[in-house]
């Protein structure tokens, strides 16, 4: 928490406004939506809620298909299954880890060849960082298919000076507890299209009609930000930017005492972005560094230090095994090797340095130990 969230949350109670509706919920919206630069914001109660609901502004439903990342955590994908409708899972390149311009160019060309169009792509900005959005924004429009954009971990994230969650018809948001800034848990949908943003506003609110008896033409969702919760969400958004370079900062501390370690490999950013790190994560080739990834993840948690695995991808999970996939290329199944060898540090915004000291040490010990047990 920032300090100041206390001073929103008594205004709430103060003005009696204990609803899904009221002045925070309107003011973080359009605090949200002057900050990442787009027409509208709407704030809801997560970020799987905003998806679902972009999917059902795009009128998606049974049967259609809709691509989306593999490598992502499952609320990129659960929607599509809401809706009745079929992931297609895109496998990532080495340069973001994220969604592979090659893979979904071949993608498309199988639809189109087989004539059954996407009707969207779920495009996952990875723990903090953008997608290659000029290439996939390029197939997307040659194929006229819809980008939602899932930046629920990358709030705060650029991508050649523009706000990461803003390329999209659709860009989402999520706040929470785990994410950047966070209201305990909540979401928001953005996009410039002003009458997707009331559409968006009217079904959130279980889409009532304008009339004086309850009257209901179209089916909705219970899915607005409760006004309390904005008002935490707006004493959080003033400090977005000193979060980004704390975790900026955890990222280069480990970076200057790690990235000399032989087949330890950072996530890389490329130049023309600018990340959150929102979690710092490296891969492990075991037979430069003498140690698994697995084997360093057991040394960090028996040490009661919180690393973990890449995401699992999706393809590879029971409940999408029978949905189709495409590897970014015959030879290169970069998300499978990501999530073999890949390891998130801990990386909070206000992990102190001796804290990081702790896992920086735990790591050199466990490689040197294994050295020990190899070589001497
Ligand atoms: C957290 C997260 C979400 C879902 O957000 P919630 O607010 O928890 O529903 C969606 N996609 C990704 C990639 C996430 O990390």
Not at 47 to 54: C, K, M, N, R, V
Not at 171 to 195: A, E, P, R
Not at 289 to 299: D, H, K, N, R, T
Not at 316 to 341: G, W
Request: proline share 4%; with cysteine.
């Amino acid at each position: 928490m920032s300090g100041n969230e206390f001073q929103y949350i008594k205004e709430a109670f103060d003005s009696n406004w204990i609803a899904p509706l009221g002045p925070n919920v309107d003011e973080f919206e359009k605090e949200i939506a002057h900050y990442m630069g787009v027409n509208g914001a709407v704030a809801l109660s997560s970020g799987t809620a905003a998806i679902h609901l972009a999917l059902s502004l795009l009128n998606i439903g049974k049967g259609d298909k809709v691509f989306c990342s593999s490598l992502t955590f499952v609320a990129s994908a659960n929607p599509i299954l809401y809706q009745g409708a079929e992931p297609v899972f895109i496998d990532s390149e080495p340069e973001t880890w994220n969604m592979s311009p090659r893979a979904l160019e071949r993608a498309f060309l199988d639809a189109s060849s087989e004539g059954v169009m996407p009707k969207a792509v779920v495009v996952v900005n990875l723990y903090g960082q953008s997608a290659k959005m000029d290439e996939i924004m390029a197939l997307c429009q040659a194929y006229g298919v819809p980008i939602i954009e899932d930046a629920a971990e990358s709030l705060g994230a650029f991508y050649k000076g523009r706000a990461s969650g803003t390329f999209g018809q659709f860009g989402i948001y999520s706040f929470n507890g785990n994410k950047i800034i966070t209201t305990s848990g909540g979401g928001m949908l953005v996009s410039d299209q002003n009458h997707f943003i009331q559409k968006a506003r009217f079904l959130a609110a279980q889409a009532r009609d304008k009339a004086i008896f309850y009257q209901h033409s179209e089916l909705g969702y219970n899915y607005r930000l409760s006004n309390i919760l904005a008002g935490i969400g707006r004493a959080q958004l003033p400090f977005l930017k000193d979060r980004v370079a704390a975790r900026r900062k955890v990222f280069s501390r480990y970076y200057e005492q790690l990235s000399h370690l032989p087949g330890l490999e950072f996530m890389p950013e490329p130049d023309y972005m600018q990340s959150t790190r929102w979690l710092t994560a490296f891969t492990i080739d075991e037979s430069q560094l003498g140690i698994s990834s697995e084997i360093l993840l057991q040394a960090l948690n028996s040490e009661n230090i919180e690393a973990r695995p890449v995401w699992k991808p999706l393809h590879l999970q029971p409940l999408f095994i029978k949905n189709q996939y495409y590897a970014h290329s015959d030879r290169e199944n970069v998300c499978e090797q990501l999530f073999m060898t890949g390891i998130c540090l801990p990386s909070g915004s206000n992990l102190s340095e001796e804290e990081q000291e702790r896992v920086i040490h735990c790591i050199h010990n466990a490689i040197e130990i294994k050295g020990l047990t190899l070589y001497g």
